[in-house]
Structure formats: structure tokens, C-alpha cells
């Protein structure tokens, strides 16, 4: 069974810099395209980014595209998402996700895997 657990709860100013970290346990973590996602209250979640099993293919939202990066260390069974020029509407909750599908289509799917998720605050 593959679990997602995430890290990197944090509060930053507008304009710093946080590294989110998903950390996969159980089997086969070489063949699931992974990604990230976000919600704040009242709202539905948002995909954020993606990388498919290798991270030769990554995807992005528009809204942070240019800011935000996403990388896979694969001898740690790691996804990590640095997320750079933080702006205030970034302020959400982040999930880590897992598919079997491209990272392109993760944008416009619900993964089959999630994280617990963990806080991001960027203050103004």
C-alpha cells in the first residue's frame, strides 16, 4: 500500500521562499506520476504541479508557473516542491497526490493517491 506523507508546515513572508517535501512509502513509487495540489476554505482544490515517473515531463498551473519548481529524489522516495516569490494568495492547504496518468492530464483529474496535507501561510 503506498502511503504519501507531507512536510514543511510553514509561515513566510511575501516575497520568501518554502520547500514542500512528499515523502512515499510502499511499492512501486518509480511508476506513479506525482504532484501537488492545494485548497484554502470554501473553495476546491487546485492543482498546483506535477511530474510524471522520471521527471522528464512537468506541468504546471499558471499561477505558478515561474515560481514554484517541482523534483523528484528518487533514492529517497522524495517529491519535493520549492516554491519561491511567495505571494499571499498562495496561503493554502498543500496535498501531495499520486496517479497513474500524465502529468498534463493530472491537472484536470482527481488522483487516486493524497497526503494529509500541510499548511502554507504567506503573509503580507
Known amino acids: 500500500q503506498v502511503q504519501l506523507i507531507e512536510s514543511g508546515l510553514g509561515l513566510v513572508q511575501a516575497g520568501g521562499s518554502l520547500r514542500l517535501a512528499c515523502a512515499v512509502s510502499g511499492r512501486d513509487y518509480g511508476s506513479w506520476t506525482m504532484g501537488w495540489f492545494r485548497q484554502v476554505p470554501g473553495k476546491e482544490r487546485e492543482f498546483v504541479a506535477a511530474s510524471n515517473w522520471n521527471g522528464g515531463s512537468t506541468y504546471y498551473s499558471d499561477s505558478v508557473k515561474g515560481r514554484f519548481t517541482i523534483s523528484r529524489a528518487d533514492a529517497e522516495n522524495t517529491v519535493n516542491l520549492q516554491m519561491n516569490s511567495l505571494k499571499p494568495e498562495d496561503t493554502a492547504v498543500y496535498y501531495c497526490?499520486?496517479?497513474?496518468?500524465?502529468?498534463?492530464?493530472?491537472?484536470?483529474?482527481?488522483?487516486?493517491?493524497w497526503g494529509q496535507g500541510t499548511q502554507v501561510t504567506v503573509s503580507s
Open positions: 497526490a499520486a496517479t497513474r496518468a500524465t502529468a498534463q492530464t493530472m491537472a484536470s483529474i482527481t488522483p487516486k493517491l
